[in-house]
């Protein structure tokens, strides 16, 4: 039954664009086609429409986008630069993406098939991290020791790390790499970046702000293509220093495996099972929205995806029928409505891989309050899927205990404080957690023992470019965001200066 949903059709949606957008690779500032002539397409997940026609990257693109980030990391064309050279750069970028905002969200939201508002913000929060890693370009410094002897100075410098490859992936693409690039280059980095396949266009766009700056030729790269040849190249390649990812668990963990061989850094953002704990004197209404948000924003499809609670048993049914109300109020359908609060599905194999877990934990004794089922949209030939509350789940069912990457809710109950924290501490990952409590003990124990990057209180998944963020456990490596987001790409050089003749001679 979806009749009692909130549905949204094409009536008053923003123009789709009306061409192909042709993706090329950047290597050494020019943007080039592949030599094998091969190319692979998107279709937007909405409707099916040809959105982009890339380039098919192969190791030979990727051996010249490393030898040119390779050199002008080592001839000091970007790293021998100024903060404030560095910083007016950055700014200038962020600049240009707020001017071409429309026009970046237009191909998010064709390729990834999220809501068009969505992607609007997410644009827009964009632009405010460049501009954050702008505010550090200026920042970058070491210590002085001036308490080794008088004739000794020791001084303890921070220098970009080197060449850095990154790998990003399709639920947020723009977002992210805006998490890694603009503190790379603070740092005085040089890169090569690779985009999901399945959205290869807001990248590329990105590579045209960059030129458009004034960036030199070679400090930024962009190859195009699938995880196995590109991605596994630019872990496995000798020149690079480091690895930047984001995406999942397992990828993230064959990635290590490739990097042990040269032992390069790594920094890794990974999945993420985050648990909400809601006490009995928690607000419910603010908790059920909030709830509400968590699961169904993005469809579900986020790291940060609260998809899983824990809720209290003495307020478990009223909590459920709070969010179930909710759930019908939420506009599903066309991204590209300016109404539209959750869009489409990746694909219709992510499609089946969300069924199959809802359809397990039934048969497995979980109940479905509500949805639970594919989305038919009016006019909309691609997948959706219906917003779905399973309750009376276990934590021995899949559904407690991996990513369903929809907008699927799992519900689980508790009675005391440690069986909660010890349900929210189960399973592999540790990327956030929440808690919903109007007892500030209550919340500040809760915070300090859950196994968790990100903790909230009394809110869900509130972001600032000032505050880091990264997984604990086999949520990730590393932290983006904050200053610690820059330090991750600054190494550390000690060198001890001896003033004067003074030194004891051995021999
Ligand atoms: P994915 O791991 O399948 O792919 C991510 C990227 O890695 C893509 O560009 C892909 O082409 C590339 N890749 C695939 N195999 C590779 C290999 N062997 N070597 C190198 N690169 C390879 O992830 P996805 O499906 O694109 O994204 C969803 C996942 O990302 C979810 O698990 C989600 O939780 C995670 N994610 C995490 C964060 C975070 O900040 N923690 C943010 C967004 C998404």
Not at 195 to 203: F, K
Request: net charge negative.
């Amino acid at each position: 039954m979806t009749h009692d949903l909130t549905l949204i059709s094409g009536a008053g949606a923003v123009p789709a664009p009306t061409d192909v957008f042709i993706a090329q690779h950047l290597i050494n500032g020019a943007w080039v086609s592949s030599a094998s002539g091969q190319t692979f397409d998107r279709f937007s997940p909405a409707n099916g429409q040809l959105v982009t026609q890339a380039t098919l990257g192969g190791e030979a693109e990727v051996e010249a986008a490393i030898a040119a980030a390779r050199t002008a990391f080592d001839d000091r064309r970007w790293s021998d630069t100024s903060g404030k050279e560095r910083a007016t750069f950055l700014l200038k970028v962020a600049d240009l993406i707020d001017a071409n905002r429309s026009r970046i969200a237009l191909y998010e939201t064709m390729e990834s098939g999220k809501p068009i508002a969505q992607a609007e913000a997410e644009i827009e929060g964009a632009a405010d991290i460049w501009r954050f890693a702008a505010s550090l370009a200026r920042t970058i410094h070491g210590d002085s020791h001036n308490t080794l002897g008088p004739d000794m100075l020791g001084v303890v410098l921070k220098e970009p790390i080197g060449v850095v490859s990154m790998i990003t992936p399709w639920n947020f693409p723009f977002l992210i790499v805006s998490q890694k690039l603009p503190f790379a280059l603070a740092a005085g980095c040089t890169a090569v970046i690779k985009p999901s396949e399945l959205t290869s266009a807001t990248t590329v766009i990105l590579g045209q702000h960059l030129i458009e700056a004034g960036l030199p030729a070679g400090v930024v790269n962009i190859v195009l293509g699938y995880g196995d040849p590109v991605g596994t190249n630019l872990t496995n390649h000798p020149d690079v220093d480091m690895v930047s990812f984001t995406g999942s668990t397992a990828v993230g963990k064959a990635i290590v495996a490739a990097t042990s061989k040269t032992l390069k850094k790594v920094s890794l953002e990974l999945g993420g099972k985050n648990p909400q704990v809601i006490f009995p004197d928690a607000d419910l209404d603010e908790a059920a929205d909030a709830i509400v948000f968590g699961i169904y924003f993005n469809a579900g499809q986020c790291c940060n995806s609260g998809s899983r609670i824990i809720v209290h048993h003495d307020i478990a049914a009223v909590l459920i029928r709070k969010i179930v109300e909710l759930s019908r109020k939420v506009p599903f359908g066309d991204p590209l409505n300016p109404s539209t609060k959750v869009g489409a599905i990746i694909s219709s194999q992510h499609q089946a891989k969300i069924d199959g877990y809802v359809k397990e934990a039934v048969m497995a004794g979980a109940t479905v309050a509500i949805g639970g089922a594919p989305l038919t949209i009016d006019g909309m030939s691609g997948e959706f899927y219906q917003p779905t509350v399973v309750a009376n789940v276990t934590k021995n069912m899949a559904i407690a205990s991996e990513e369903v990457f929809g907008p699927v809710l799992s519900v689980l109950t508790f009675t005391t404080f440690d069986e909660a924290l010890e349900i929210a501490n189960g399973g592999d990952y540790g990327l956030s957690a929440g808690v919903w409590s109007q007892d500030i003990s209550t919340c500040l124990k809760f915070a300090r023992r859950v196994q968790a990057g990100t903790v909230w209180t009394n809110t869900w998944m509130d972001g600032f470019a000032e505050l880091p963020f990264g997984g604990a456990k086999e949520s990730g490596l590393g932290r983006e965001l904050g200053h610690h987001g820059m330090d991750e790409y600054l190494e550390t050089k000690t060198v001890q200066m001896r003033i004067g003749k003074t030194r004891s001679r051995w021999v």
